[in-house]
């Protein structure tokens, strides 16, 4: 089984700020990592994941993430935000066996973009 | 491709009645999740099916809550009776099973009063 936790759950910053939002894991088997975002009354979409390779992945709108094994770690990052950055961002594990098995999500953490 | 699609997209019944929540996933895909999200539990995996089978329904909170694909474009998510506990918003996914990549609907709102 495993288990995410996201330490905060509300990240307040200021437009054109750098923002990380912090991500554990826990697991007994090897993983693959995901982060969500979730806008408004809508449902969530996949931001980026990392399966293997590269530890550092990135997304198309500026965001990257660092998979870090010996910290079980998973934080999100971006250089500099935007105000339609706001929304609620969940980070997902799953195992990395065979077979298509659910994701355990994170409780979420709220990046609200500040002019 | 239309997406994952989920309907109703709000439903507010009585306590007791039977809700019945529907989800049909991208074409191909062949492994659908249901997940369950509240303000105080957060993400909850419910059951997932690969290829129409149940593979894990331990999530399921109670009797009260079943689900069924009967067949690969379609599934449901039912609850009888329904309790105001059980207002959340319930999405749905799909993916290849196997697959890395999860899509998901854009939820059920349910209000039970």
């Known amino acids: 089984a495993q288990s995410v936790t996201q330490l905060d759950s509300q990240v307040p910053v200021f437009e054109e700020a750098p923002v990380e939002l912090r991500c554990n894991y826990s697991s007994s088997v090897s993983v693959y990592l995901f982060w969500y975002v979730q806008y408004p009354n809508q449902g969530l979409q996949l931001l980026l994941k990392y399966l293997s390779g590269s530890t550092l992945v990135e997304s198309i709108n500026g965001f990257e993430a660092e998979f870090n094994k010996s910290q079980t770690s998973f934080h999100l990052r971006k250089p500099s935000v935007h105000i339609s950055d706001t929304a609620e961002y969940f980070c997902?594990?799953?195992?990395?066996?065979?077979?298509?098995?659910?994701?355990?999500f994170g409780k979420g953490t709220h990046l609200i973009i500040q002019p | 491709d239309a997406g994952v699609i989920q309907s109703p997209r709000h439903e507010v019944t009585e306590m007791g009645q039977e809700v019945t929540l529907r989800c049909k996933p991208i074409?191909?895909?062949?492994?659908l999740f249901w997940y369950r999200q509240t303000m105080m539990r957060g993400l909850e995996l419910l059951i997932y099916?690969?290829?129409?089978?149940?593979?894990?329904d331990s999530g399921m909170p109670e009797d009260r809550f079943s689900a069924k694909m009967p067949n690969a474009s379609f599934s449901t998510l039912k609850i009888q009776p329904s309790e105001p506990r059980d207002s959340a918003v319930y999405f749905c996914a799909s993916s290849f099973r196997g697959g890395y990549g999860y899509t998901f609907g854009s939820g059920t709102r349910l209000t039970v009063v």
């Open positions: 997902a594990v799953r195992g990395s066996g065979g077979g298509a098995d659910g994701l355990t």
């Open positions: 099916f690969n290829n129409n089978v149940p593979i894990d």
């Open positions: 074409s191909g895909h062949n492994s």
